[in-house]
């Protein structure tokens, strides 16, 4: 470390003026005390403190400072990783050396000397959690003893944990065989250092027994009842000498599908993929069993199970119809192809029986509001006053106004003068018809209003709303009312006629179609398909935001879906749509139940929940240990205030093996990835002392500057009242002026 020592000025005013200051200040001074005190003694004592008092002024009025420069070699850091999990201690045979001895053999080499006199060394090790920093020779002490390796993670944890700081590389001693990742596509990621690997074990040593194992299934947990989802699975082979593997799936126990899968000859990993149908709400369990090759004797990992929840969507649309006609028969095509809401359907048909489409359960056509409640949207028909009735109609209102969606598609009798506007929904229509006008019929374009252009319903990035089809009857004579907007008009014999009119109401929102003719757009030689794409857009417009349909929900979730016997998983829940001070004293708890099915209640504390994409919610927390190894479902509940909440249950599957405890090879093609990601090196074990010895190891000068002041400080400011005083206290005793 140098030092250096500058004295610094920081007056503003012109150093000239400040000495012209002091001299004639001096001057005037003589001259008083030679011509008022004579040549005494005394004058001279006066003399000599006030030139003192003076000469200190000056000093303070130039403002110094002393700026000390201290330069000092930062040096670098160089990590050192230490996997001390049971898989380092695996050798093929009991004459050959472990993966752990191996490791610990490369900290006994002369390297760590060599770079400790430039760089300093920190040291880890890690099995499941990233150990505190220690020193390389404590890492000699160690015991291979993790029951996990979680190497993904206490990377990171390195990365976050060195973050800013310079470090001239990693040294990873490891045989990078994982119990959490089944695919090393994170190896590539971008490193903020050079991660240095070894080989542990000599090449070939292994004698490669057939072994098939099922690594990974991924597939939707929850998906709603008549969806079509894809089940991919990742099935590694070593020593199968290229020869098919016949994959099975069973669902509940049956089997449902099977293929084969070719892994080539040396070993590696292939991707199956299933397409599963989900045609009833419930819990369906998924096994994937891949058929053992010849002579393979570890068959614990050949198949693996996968639970998925089939719900009902919350997105219910209703579709009521009077006798049927053109425009139902298409809508109702249009509404179960739309995937995005469950649809049921009521037509009149013969002797007034009406005809359902869609999973109807207990509902009926009597719209009451405990029925409407099960629904988002409600699109009515032709039906009269008479037909819809005064209850049915005063149920609608209240469905619109607590947030439900209504279209009104109308016709010749609803929009009659004994149509709707007779009935309770006539408060809420978004026209009113005082003529009740007979429908007219022809060829009317149609053009979107400055409203339409800009509404949900017709956006688009293309050019499919730029030339409306035609329509071929128009009910007129409609008058908008306050609040609603026409989205699209129609040319006719008596002008501009409204065609579509929106309105919010209460909470809800409600649309009125004046024309029985819009199924002509179902007939228009295009490829935008606009009728189509004109019912979806509405519909999606009409469905409640997410975060209106998100209260008194509770969700549980995992931290993993990958799990093995003895691992800690981590459940987390969160109650939708209310507040932290709502849930306060809240309280929650998860049922789990266990293979044997027996059901174990655990409590949830108050803890935040972070989803995958980095958001973090108020919610509860516990985490359990896996002991029993099998499909285990887990269910989270919550009481507070006057309310019950129950989650959907959550199915895991725990693995009925530990892979640290699998007697395999290291995963070199790992460690060669780090390495070539990183921008370090792959190492033999011949090699490693030198490439480390011949680090380039660079110190960076660091300089550090401290102010400190020269004028305002203790002793100047009381040799300045000293001095004054000094020269106070003898004029009195003098007796001088």
Request: charged residues 25%; glycine residues 6%; aromatic residues 8%.
């Amino acid at each position: 470390m140098s030092i250096l020592m500058t004295i610094l000025y920081e007056h503003h005013t012109p150093t000239p003026w400040i000495w012209i200051a002091f001299i004639a200040t001096v001057g005037v001074c003589a001259w008083l005390y030679l011509r008022y005190l004579g040549r005494k003694w005394t004058t001279l004592a006066l003399a000599a403190l006030r030139l003192v008092f003076l000469l200190l002024l000056l000093w303070c009025l130039f403002l110094p400072q002393r700026k000390i420069t201290r330069t000092e070699v930062r040096r670098p850091r160089f990590v050192v990783a230490l996997d001390r999990s049971r898989s380092m201690l695996m050798t093929p045979d009991d004459q050959q050396s472990n993966r752990w001895d191996s490791a610990l053999g490369m900290l006994d080499l002369s390297w760590p000397d060599v770079v400790a006199a430039s760089a300093d060394i920190d040291a880890y090790a890690f099995a499941g959690e990233l150990g505190a920093k220690t020193s390389v020779d404590t890492l000699n002490t160690l015991e291979a003893n993790g029951e996990t390796t979680r190497l993904r993670e206490n990377l990171a944890r390195l990365r976050q944990r060195y973050t800013g700081q310079e470090v001239v590389g990693c040294l990873l001693l490891t045989d990078g065989r994982d119990t959490r990742e089944a695919y090393a596509d994170w190896a590539s990621d971008d490193w903020p250092f050079p991660i240095y690997t070894v080989r542990l074990e000599e090449e070939g040593l292994w004698n490669v027994e057939p072994d098939i194992h099922v690594d990974t299934i991924t597939t939707p947990r929850r998906v709603l009842v008549g969806w079509d989802t894809d089940l991919r699975a990742t099935i590694s082979a070593e020593g199968t000498q290229g020869q098919p593997i016949t994959v099975r799936l069973l669902r509940n126990g049956s089997p449902i599908d099977e293929t084969a899968v070719v892994v080539p000859a040396e070993g590696g990993s292939r991707d199956v993929l299933f397409r599963l149908t989900h045609d009833a709400v419930g819990s369906d369990t998924y096994l994937l069993h891949a058929q053992p090759y010849e002579g393979e004797s570890h068959t614990n990992d050949n198949q693996l199970t996968a639970s998925v929840q089939v719900v009902d969507t919350r997105n219910r649309l209703m579709y009521a119809e009077g006798a049927p006609r053109w425009e139902s028969k298409f809508l109702t095509r249009v509404l179960r192809a739309n995937r995005s809401v469950q649809s049921l359907v009521f037509i009149r048909g013969p002797e007034g029986k009406f005809i359902t489409f869609g999973k109807r359960g207990s509902m009926t056509l009597d719209m009451t509001e405990s029925q409407l409640n099960a629904f988002k949207v409600v699109i009515l028909g032709n039906f009269s006053a008479e037909e819809l009735n005064d209850d049915r109609a005063r149920s609608l209102l209240q469905f619109v106004t607590t947030g439900g969606s209504l279209i009104v598609l109308g016709g010749d009798r609803a929009w009659s003068a004994e149509g709707l506007v007779r009935t309770a929904l006539n408060e809420i229509l978004p026209i009113a018809r005082p003529g009740h006008a007979d429908p007219i019929e022809g060829n009317f374009p149609l053009t979107l209003t400055p409203e339409g252009a800009g509404h949900e319903a017709f956006l688009t990035d293309d050019e499919t709303w730029e030339t409306l089809p035609a329509v071929m009857s128009v009910f007129p004579g409609s008058r908008i009312k306050a609040g609603a907007s026409t989205l699209i008009e129609a040319e006719t014999p008596h002008g501009k006629q409204p065609v579509l009119v929106s309105q919010r109401y209460g909470a809800g929102k409600i649309v009125a179609v004046l024309t029985d003719s819009l199924w002509r757009w179902q007939l228009n030689p295009v490829d935008s398909k606009p009728y189509q794409r004109f019912w979806n857009q509405m519909i999606s417009w009409m469905l409640p935001e997410e975060s209106e349909v998100e209260d008194e929900t509770l969700q549980i979730f995992s931290d993993t879906e990958l799990i093995f016997l003895g691992d800690a998983v981590r459940l987390s829940a969160r109650a939708g749509g209310y507040t932290p001070e709502e849930l306060a004293g809240a309280v929650v708890q998860c049922v789990l139940k266990m293979p044997d099915k027996r059901e174990i209640p655990f409590p949830m504390q108050a803890d935040d929940v972070v989803t995958a994409t980095g958001e973090r919610f108020s919610g509860f927390m516990n985490e359990i240990t896996a002991e029993m190894p099998g499909m285990h479902e887990v269910y989270a509940t919550a009481r507070f205030a006057d309310r019950t909440l129950q989650s959907e249950p959550l199915s895991f599957y725990v693995k009925p093996y530990t892979p640290e405890a699998e007697p395999r090879p290291a995963d070199v093609d790992l460690l060669k990835r780090l390495s070539a990601a990183s921008g370090g090196r792959f190492c033999e074990a011949a090699e490693l002392d030198g490439v480390l010895s011949n680090l380039a190891v660079h110190q960076i000068d660091e300089e550090r500057v401290t102010y400190a002041t020269l004028w305002n400080t203790h002793l100047i400011l009381t040799c300045l009242m000293t001095f004054l005083s000094l020269e106070w206290t003898l004029r009195k005793v003098r007796n001088m002026a």
